[in-house]
């Protein structure tokens, strides 16, 4: 199995932009994870869906961010407008049972 | 969920044994204890959960204290490839594993 793959890995972007995000999980998994990482904050989870279904959509900050998971083998997590302190990268992780979670490699992004 | 508590650093020899410690002395009867690392500019990765029991794998050694009030990650043969930050996460394990990430103890091996 390739593991989980995102894409794009690195994004540039300018302010006001809309950016996406993509996720393909590991196949057979019923977990999906979107983390962000930064110096100040660190991990933080955004939120994170079972049998494609959002669970928990409280570490979203705010009406900006946007996730979806139309089917059990892609997801997506959409900012817009993109702001220069939406500049992280971008995890995510699947994960069979819940028991664990295999992470991404990341989206690196930039909000210039 | 229970706090953990890392040290934000250690060094270690390679080809020595790694003791991370993590307390989570508020943990729960029902809580259990996971271990990730993150190596540099990759995403995280398991390395093993507990419940109370002491537990091995190929990567890693858990070993629980009886009142489960803290824990500690073994790396019996650290290698330079081991350098990453650590994370000890408590979590119960039903509530779908929403995992929160903490500072984590930043492990250099050095050779």
């Known amino acids: 199995d390739a593991g989980v793959i995102q894409s794009p890995r690195h994004e540039v972007t300018e302010m006001g932009q809309e950016v996406t995000l993509r996720c393909k999980p590991i196949?057979?998994?019923?977990?999906l994870f979107w983390y962000r990482q930064t110096m100040m904050r660190g991990l933080e989870l955004l939120i994170y869906?079972?049998?494609?279904?959002?669970?928990?959509d409280s570490g979203m900050p705010e009406d900006r961010f946007s996730a979806k998971m139309p089917n059990a083998s892609f997801s997506t997590l959409k900012i817009q407008p993109s702001e220069p302190r939406d500049s992280a990268v971008y995890f995510c992780a699947s994960s069979l049972d819940g028991e664990k979670l295999f992470f991404g490699s990341g989206t690196q992004l930039s909000v210039l | 969920d229970a706090k953990t508590t890392q040290p934000p650093s250690m060094d270690c020899a390679e080809g020595r044994a790694a003791n991370l410690p993590c307390n989570h002395s508020t943990i729960s009867g029902n809580e259990y204890v996971y271990w990730y690392r993150q190596i540099h500019s990759q995403g995280p990765q398991y390395i093993i959960h507990g419940l109370k029991n002491n537990e091995t794998n190929e990567m890693a050694s858990l070993i629980i204290t009886e009142d489960r009030k803290s824990s500690t990650l073994i790396l019996p043969h650290a290698t330079l490839r081991d350098t990453a930050v650590y994370y000890c996460?408590?979590?119960?394990?039903?509530?779908?594993?929403?995992?929160?990430f903490g500072g984590g103890t930043r492990v250099l091996v050095k050779p």
């Open positions: 996460i408590v979590v119960i394990k039903a509530a779908g594993n929403k995992l929160t």
């Open positions: 196949s057979g998994h019923d977990y």
């Open positions: 869906f079972n049998n494609n279904v959002p669970i928990d």
